[in-house]
């Protein structure tokens, strides 16, 4: 049943390519070739539920006079972005050995009083880092006061409101509960490939060939004045609508354009919610897939050792 399982797999083997389109703190725009949605998929599904994070998990109010209750409150600092590039380093409650230096929890206090007429917003920028831990705060923690993004806001308060808490944030990820998750979206589609039947667009008349080009919401194709053509402008800008290929038979040539989908090349777009860097999600799934990979392959080849024993 197990014979020859490694020289098999060997012989399917894929090399996978990355090609990096797009690349900031937040987002990452890349083109996977040379394997197949099941590989594609299983990236994309890490990077939602499996990349570690830390978030607040526990909050110990001591004084709340405002008007949110605790438990509202409570759940608007669970979904609070923190910087997590020190996730790696944590443990997770079931995780804890008990050993000298094992980090499990940060705690970040908050400690506000409004004292005038005036509205006082309480903000994430109000909030006491660990100093054990200082790299993780929560995104945005006290930038430029000219910079065009603000800190988060939790709760507004007037004259004599208090709020007085305790935060305790820990590792987890995002299959545990949605505010682990380290990607506001992540998604990829196949490739699109275009052919364009000259044959047919020869059969129709200008403005037919004007009319199907702008059937198509996504801009994908352009009709070229000099050469009387039909063009893909841009093959990616197609969204498999199929507006274009409906308006075709609408005008009695179907078949003038054949569009079909490349199922080993995806193009991958990811946005960080913050806590992590694009690059460090797209790296950590990687590894984490590499991983699975390998526990996968060495337990079928003990069981190829095993079998044989067995008969």
């Known amino acids: 049943m197990y014979v020859g399982v490694t020289s098999r797999r060997e012989s399917y083997a894929r090399r996978p390519t990355v090609q990096i389109r797009s690349l900031t703190t937040f987002w990452c725009e890349f083109v996977l070739r040379d394997t197949d949605a099941s590989m594609a998929n299983a990236l994309r599904r890490i990077m939602i539920a499996e990349v570690p994070t830390i978030a607040i998990d526990l909050v110990e109010m001591e004084n709340n006079t405002t008007v949110l209750n605790d438990e509202f409150i409570a759940h608007r600092l669970g979904l609070i972005p923190l910087t997590s590039k020190s996730a790696i380093m944590m443990k997770q409650p079931f995780e804890a050995t008990g050993d000298e230096g ?133 093959v990616e800008r197609y969204r498999y609508d199929n507006e274009v290929l409906l308006k075709a038979e609408e005008l009695g040539k179907p078949g003038v354009i054949i569009i079909n989908q490349k199922l080993d090349e995806f193009i991958f777009k990811v946005e960080s919610t913050g806590v992590l860097d694009a690059e460090a999600i797209v790296r950590q799934s990687v590894e984490l897939l590499l991983t699975r990979i390998n526990t996968l392959t060495q337990v079928i080849k003990e069981a190829a050792q095993v079998a044989p024993m067995e008969q």
């Open 102 to 234: 094992e980090i499990q929890e940060v705690v970040l206090e908050l400690n506000v009083k409004c004292t005038t007429d005036e509205t006082l917003p309480v903000t994430t920028d109000d909030f006491i880092l660990d100093g054990s831990m200082p790299d993780c705060r929560p995104v945005y923690y006290k930038l430029d006061p000219d910079s065009s993004d603000k800190p988060i806001v939790i709760v507004k308060m007037r004259k004599g409101q208090e709020l007085k808490l305790k935060a305790i944030a820990r590792k987890g990820t995002g299959k545990d509960h949605a505010k682990w998750i380290p990607v506001a979206t992540v998604a990829y589609h196949f490739m699109p490939e275009i052919i364009i039947n000259q044959a047919l667009v020869e059969q129709m008349t200008e403005d037919e060939r004007k009319e199907l080009c702008a059937a198509d919401p996504s801009a994908t194709f352009r009709y070229n004045e000099v050469t009387r053509q039909i063009e893909v402008e841009e």
